[in-house]
């Protein structure tokens, strides 16, 4: 059974500092993607990361793959009010293309 | 295009109660799944399936059934209702495989009583 173990499961910050969340696994994903989720919706995808090594910039969010493809974290600079949600991380497996597995998702507050 | 669709958006069953979650998308995806959202646990793969008349399980499939007869629509079955299985649903669809951006419906808020 894959597992993608995301931590931290909870962050509370004040608007300005920065922050990292790390998905890490033993097993090797094929890619691996970020959601962000908003209360009372449905995931949405903030980037894809296919190539180990690989970093990703979208503004002030820093995606990294694991050089062996087995974690990925993303980094927020200057964490804004707006920025608060549900970040979640999603692997899906070399070899098959059936199934996406998610980690158990960090709950980002960010005060004012 | 309305994208990924659920219905319905909330539900209250009775235990051993059996009910349907409806799920369609007008995106031409060939991939579609359903996770359970529980607090603490992330998004759980229930099924899944890669086209018209095929599909898998996921990490949790016990106690729900699935089909796909047409690329638009994938609904999920709950045959006798669980109090364990009382969980935000999600549906989603993607171009062709897991690795493609998925798309997910607004939920379904099921309560077993």
């Known amino acids: 059974t894959q597992l993608l173990e995301q931590s931290p499961q909870f962050l509370s910050i004040q608007e300005g500092e920065n922050l990292t969340v790390y998905c890490n696994s033993s097993s090797v994903f094929s890619s691996l993607q970020w959601y962000r989720q908003e209360p009372g919706e449905g995931p949405v995808l903030l980037v894809t990361?296919?190539?180990?090594?690989e970093v990703k910039k979208l503004k002030r969010l820093t995606f990294q793959f694991g050089d062996a493809r087995k974690d990925s974290s993303l980094h927020i600079t200057a964490a804004q009010p707006g920025d608060t949600g549900l970040y979640l991380c999603?692997?899906?497996?070399?070899?098959?293309?059936?199934?996406?597995?998610f980690g158990q998702g960090t709950t980002l507050q960010v005060k004012p | 295009n309305a994208g990924v669709t659920q219905t319905p958006k909330f539900q209250v069953l009775k235990t051993g109660q059996s009910m349907t979650l409806q799920c369609a998308q007008d995106m031409n995806h060939e991939y579609m799944s359903w996770y359970r959202q529980d607090p603490g646990m992330g998004l759980r793969l229930i099924h899944y399936s890669v086209g018209a008349g095929i599909t898998d399980q996921g990490e949790v499939p016990n106690g729900y059934n699935v089909s796909r007869s047409t690329t638009e629509d994938f609904p999920l079955r709950l045959l006798s209702a669980a109090p364990s299985q009382t969980s935000v649903y999600f549906c989603?669809?993607?171009?062709?495989?897991?690795?493609?951006?998925?798309?997910f419906g607004p939920g379904t808020r099921l309560t077993v009583l």
């Open positions: 990361v296919v190539t180990g090594g």
């Open positions: 989603a669809s993607s171009r062709t495989t897991a690795a493609n951006e998925q798309f």
């Open positions: 999603a692997g899906a497996s070399p070899g098959n293309t059936g199934k996406l597995i």
